[in-house]
């Protein structure tokens, strides 16, 4: 029989695959699609490769704030899931919501603004200033879309609903992929907007999947409903509750990602910045696939602690805790050794430049030789969300 003293429980194996299985699926599409990005436009040049890459990065820095809101939701949504409270999961979506939408336009106005300033502070080279500037204006007048996107899916994961994300993720993926290519290069008669139309496709794929997701819930068909009882307007109890989870957790990602920010500034001061900007564009996007699947674990962690205190189980919530640090630790290690193995091939699909290569092939053994010891730190940080504690 099972020991309940003990911290490691094999039965939740199988739970912990089966939300972290489709969590690492629906991110890694997120990466793909980055990836693919990064593909398309490596015809227009190594400025062009650096231009989207460096974006990118901004951009997930700007983004961690709109964590502060969608992690306290998660939490709350997986605690009334755990204690089969309906009206506390409908009401905490909804809230999260409108929450997300007034903070992710102010930060698209800001984000307008500072584009070009971001980049010539981190001393990109002109042209890949000019080209990352057009880029970031599309994005970030797009920002509430991909942001609502991402708090309705945290919504959904901590209903334990992890497979409607993959799909609505599928089907966003394909439009991005379609739209970029068509907008990157100007087929038929749409414009060649070159970096900028890689942007747009962006804006376009997630304007699509929310409309889809919001349709979906409101179908009435999935784990997640909005209870017509329930209102958007925030109340404060639970927005406090919200913000006093989330806030910790997006300063937590905001010095993750902003050290990254950092180091993207010391490589552009390489004695041959745009070959290690270029490297460095293409093994960012390894690492976020290596990196999204330790989070996948995180999200698993989430989920199950939080719904193991909403079932009142604070034994069961520890052990799901520290099984999901094992399984993920582990996982990430066995994940990382066959890319390890075809790093210098990975970055010879993007470039033939042989000195971008060699760059990138050293990053790339770097960051998988450190992502077990990450994602024990992102799965028990992931626990501890679900219990509230950030």
């Not at 997300?100 to 002109?126: D, Q």
């Not at 009882?229 to 919200?242: G, K, N, Q, V």
């Amino acid at each position: 029989m099972h020991n309940p003293s003990s911290r490691i429980d094999k039965r939740l194996t199988r739970p912990i695959f089966a939300l972290a299985t489709p969590v690492a699926l629906s991110s890694q599409l997120d990466t793909l699609v980055g990836v693919a990005d990064i593909y398309l436009v490596g015809d227009l040049g190594p400025d062009a490769i650096a231009a989207v890459g460096i974006s990118q990065i901004l951009t997930m820095v700007i983004g961690v704030v709109m964590i502060s809101v969608s992690t306290g939701a998660f939490a709350l949504v997986a605690q009334g899931t755990g204690a089969n409270d309906e009206r506390t999961v409908s009401a905490t979506t909804k809230q999260a919501l409108v929450l997300v939408a007034a903070i992710s336009f102010l930060l698209s106005l800001v984000g307008i603004a500072f584009s070009r300033t971001a980049l010539e502070i981190l001393s990109m080279p002109p042209g890949v200033v000019e080209l990352g500037t057009g880029y970031l204006h599309v994005f970030f007048a797009g920002l509430p879309f991909m942001a609502l996107n991402f708090t309705l899916n945290n919504c959904l994961y901590g209903a334990g609903d992890a497979r409607t994300p993959l799909y609505l993720n599928l089907f966003m993926s394909v439009l991005k992929i379609a739209f970029s290519y068509l907008l990157i290069f100007g087929t038929g008669p749409l414009p060649n907007l070159g970096v900028t139309g890689a942007a747009l496709a962006t804006v376009f794929s997630r304007a699509a999947g929310f409309t889809l997701s919001i349709a979906l819930v409101k179908s009435n068909r999935l784990k997640l409903r909005f209870l017509p009882e329930t209102s958007y307007i925030p109340e404060h109890d639970r927005t406090e509750r919200m913000l006093r989870i989330g806030i910790p957790s997006a300063m937590q990602g905001l010095f993750r990602n902003g050290s990254g920010v950092v180091f993207v500034k010391l490589v552009a001061l390489t004695i041959q910045p745009t070959v290690a900007v270029a490297a460095y564009s293409i093994g960012n996007q390894v690492e976020r696939i290596v990196r999204r699947t330790s989070l996948s674990f995180g999200t698993a962690a989430t989920t199950l602690v939080g719904q193991q205190l909403g079932a009142c189980d604070s034994d069961g919530a520890e052990r799901s805790g520290w099984t999901s640090i094992l399984i993920g630790s582990v996982s990430m290690a066995l994940f990382g050794a066959p890319l390890a193995f075809f790093a210098e091939d990975i970055m010879g699909l993007f470039t033939r430049d042989l000195d971008i290569i060699r760059a990138g092939t050293i990053y790339i053994w770097a960051i998988l030789l450190a992502e077990p010891l990450q994602c024990i730190a992102i799965t028990a940080g992931g626990g501890l969300r679900g219990a509230g504690d950030t």
